[in-house]
C-alpha cells in the first residue's frame, strides 16, 4: 500500500515532469568538446534533454561514488566490529564449555531430617 503511495504521490509526477522537459527539448543542441578552437570539429549534435539527463545521470553517479568512498571507513569499522563479536561469542562459548565440563558430577548434600534443627514451618498453623 505505501509503495503505491508513493507511486502515485512522488514518481508519477516526477516522470511526467520528465517526459514534460524531453518533449519540449527535442531540438539538438552543439556539444563542442574543445572550447579553444575556432572551428567545430569536436563537436557532438544531441537533443537538448540527453545532455541534460546525461549530465543529471552523471551528477548522481560521481556523488554516489563519491559518499561510497567517504563511508569506507564506517564499512571497515562495522567489518572489524563483526569481527569482534564473533570472536567474543566463540570464546563465550568455550568458556561456556569449560564451565559445563568443570561442574560437579556427584549431587549436592541431602536435605536434613533432624528433629532438632528448626523448621520453616508456619508457627500459627503448628499451634
Request: zero cysteines; hydrophobic letters at 55%; glycine letters at 6%.
Amino acid at each position: 500500500m505505501l509503495r503505491r503511495i508513493l507511486l502515485v504521490l512522488i514518481v508519477l509526477p516526477v516522470s511526467l515532469g520528465l517526459i514534460a522537459l524531453a518533449v519540449a527539448n527535442r531540438h539538438d543542441v552543439s556539444l563542442v568538446l574543445d572550447p579553444f578552437a575556432r572551428d567545430a570539429a569536436l563537436s557532438v549534435h544531441v537533443p537538448l534533454f540527453v545532455l541534460i539527463f546525461a549530465s543529471l545521470i552523471l551528477g548522481v553517479l560521481l556523488g554516489g561514488t563519491a559518499v561510497w568512498v567517504k563511508q569506507g571507513r564506517f564499512r571497515r569499522a562495522a567489518r572489524e566490529a563483526g569481527r569482534e563479536a564473533r570472536r567474543a561469542n566463540a570464546q563465550a562459548s568455550e568458556l561456556r564449555a569449560i564451565v559445563a565440563a568443570s561442574a560437579p558430577t556427584r549431587p549436592g548434600l541431602p536435605a536434613a531430617n533432624n528433629a532438632n534443627m528448626p523448621s520453616l514451618t508456619d508457627r500459627r498453623s503448628a499451634a
